[in-house]
């Protein structure tokens, strides 16, 4: 696989996982439907930082590749992270409805293609 392809690749997994973020949203947009009185500020910032990170990330990929890989990896572990306190109920004490949690798990496989694209990159550039 060549650099070109696999930064093709990152940027196009980064925009899917945004994408699949928007869904996350409470209704009209989203599909959570748990109240969010109940989630911590913290919680809020933690996901603040996992999008700043996946922004950044795609226009580092293209123009600093290196740095960018890294940037991608560290979006797709803390939203691996951010997954597993979920569905451990650290973020809401209620349990995740299916879709909900559907959308979580396509959240985690896109960040281990993102982690996937990101090695090549790395090994490439």
Excluded at 1 to 16: E, L, Y
Excluded at 48 to 76: D, Y
Aim: proline share 6%; hydrophobic share 60%.
């Amino acid at each position: 696989m060549n650099i070109s392809f696999a930064q093709k690749g990152a940027v196009a997994t980064i925009v899917a996982i945004l994408i699949v973020t928007v869904l996350e949203f409470p209704p009209p947009i989203g599909f959570e439907i748990r109240p969010q009185s109940g989630v911590s500020i913290y919680w809020l910032f933690f996901f603040l930082t996992i999008l700043i990170t996946e922004i950044a990330a795609i226009p580092l990929i293209l123009k600093r590749p290196l740095l960018g890989a890294k940037f991608a990896v560290a979006a797709a572990v803390l939203n691996i992270l951010q997954v597993i306190a979920d569905q451990m109920h650290l973020m809401q004490p209620e349990v995740a409805p299916l879709g909900y949690t559907l959308l979580e798990v396509t959240v985690a496989a896109l960040s281990l293609v993102l982690m996937y694209f990101s090695r090549h990159i790395r090994r490439t550039a």
